[in-house]
Nanobody, 133 residues
Framework: EVQLVESGGGSVQTGGSLRLSCAASGFGFGDYAIAWFRQAPGREREGVSCVTGDGGAYYQDSVEGRFTTSRDNVKKMVYLDMNSLKPEDTAVYYC???????????????????????????WGQGTQVTVSS
């Protein structure tokens, strides 16, 4: 199983940008779907985005058009580019890994979930993002 380490968090003002990175170690990285989840104080962990092994990306509605997730399987890295940040984006951001992802009958390849944190079996320690108004 892969091990994950997040980096790139920080403090920005509303409208600013950040790039988060998720570095993986271990074998078979290209087989894993990687998701970004976040957790604000007093709130449940919520999905932000996910990317399949072949680069298909999915987003939570509230970040669609502002955030972009991508991966480099050679470098074993996943990125979350966050633009037009809002105070409600303030949270600890985690990356998680799920081997293969979701197989949908009749559909080639795999999908991934931005809803179900329980699908992801390996997590990083998190990185704090703070957006001030």
């Amino acid at each position: 199983e892969v091990q994950l380490v997040e980096s790139g968090g920080g403090s920005v003002q509303t409208g600013g940008s950040l790039r988060l990175s998720c570095a993986a170690s271990g074998f078979g990285f290209g087989d894993y779907a990687i998701a970004w989840f976040r957790q604000a104080p007093g709130r449940e962990r919520e999905g932000v985005s996910c990317v399949t092994g072949d680069g298909g990306a999915y987003y939570q509605d509230s970040v669609e058009g502002r955030f972009t997730t991508s991966r480099d399987n050679v470098k074993k890295m996943v990125y979350l580019d966050m633009n037009s940040l809002k105070p409600e984006d303030t949270a600890v951001y985690y990356c998680g890994a799920e081997r293969y992802g979701i197989r949908i009958p009749g559909v080639p390849g795999f999908s991934c979930s931005v809803q179900l944190a329980s699908r992801y079996t390996s997590w990083g320690q998190g990185t704090q993002v703070t957006v001030s108004s």
